[in-house]
């Protein structure tokens, strides 16, 4: 798995947008960017994941960088509901290796 | 509703006693997965299982067997509980589509135990 780097911790305003950013300067060309959070007491739940271009669902949008060496979640307007650790994830896209190695994330506060 | 299920939720016990924390999913799903969570150390994969009968072990698989007999099952067995297995572990499962693992994968609620 791609090692990954993420700021500890940020803050963002409600109704505002957030950007999360990861390095992830070793990734291979075959290494998914997935994007997990985890709200207090809860299990980790899948937020977006993408390969080379970027992506878009009804949680986020992940902007991956031309040289995939960094990517950015981005929240379009956070709500008190999106403070969590946030999870970026480089995985390996071959059969019979599926592994998520979770590193230490971002945890992110949402200021009413 | 799609889940994965897990049970207990909470267990306190003693070292040496066995225990089998259970996990059950709705989905379908070929492949599913073992994780703990330890302050400071992030999640760390146990087991995990492509499917029924295939079993391969994670990042930390000391101490712990599962078993994988039946698609929906993936239970989680420690024979022989010893305090350094006190810790908040997750079950989780995806499809495999294509051979390929790159699927979201679904989380439980967590389980936590203390061994004393």
């Known amino acids: 798995d791609a090692k990954t780097t993420q700021p500890n911790s940020m803050e963002s305003n409600e109704e505002e947008p957030v950007h999360l950013p990861c390095n992830h300067s070793?990734?291979?060309?075959?290494?998914?960017i997935h994007w997990y959070r985890q709200l207090p007491s809860q299990g980790p739940e899948y937020v977006i994941h993408?390969?080379?271009s970027n992506v878009n669902n009804r949680m986020a949008s992940l902007a991956i960088a031309e040289d995939r060496k960094s990517s950015t979640l981005i929240l379009h307007r956070a709500t008190l509901r999106d403070a969590a650790v946030y999870y970026c994830?480089?995985?390996?896209?071959?059969?019979?290796?599926?592994?998520?190695?979770f590193g230490k994330g971002t945890k992110l506060s949402v200021i009413p | 509703e799609a889940q994965v299920t897990q049970n207990p939720r909470y267990l306190i016990t003693v070292t040496g006693k066995k225990l089998t924390v259970t996990c059950s999913q709705n989905?379908?799903?070929?492949?599913m997965s073992w994780y703990r969570q330890d302050p400071g150390l992030g999640l760390r994969q146990i087991y995990y299982s492509m499917n029924v009968e295939v079993t391969d072990k994670g990042d930390v698989p000391e101490g712990y067997k599962v078993s994988r007999k039946e698609k929906r099952n993936f239970p989680l067995i420690l024979e022989s509980p010893s305090p350094n297995q006190t810790s908040l572990y997750f079950c989780a499962s995806s499809p495999l589509v294509g051979g390929d693992g790159n699927q979201p994968q679904h989380f439980g609620d967590g389980t936590r135990l203390s061994i004393l």
């Open positions: 989905m379908n799903h070929e492949y």
């Open positions: 994830i480089g995985t390996y896209s071959g059969a019979g290796s599926y592994q998520l190695t």
């Open positions: 993408g390969l080379t």
């Open positions: 070793t990734i291979s060309g075959t290494d998914y």
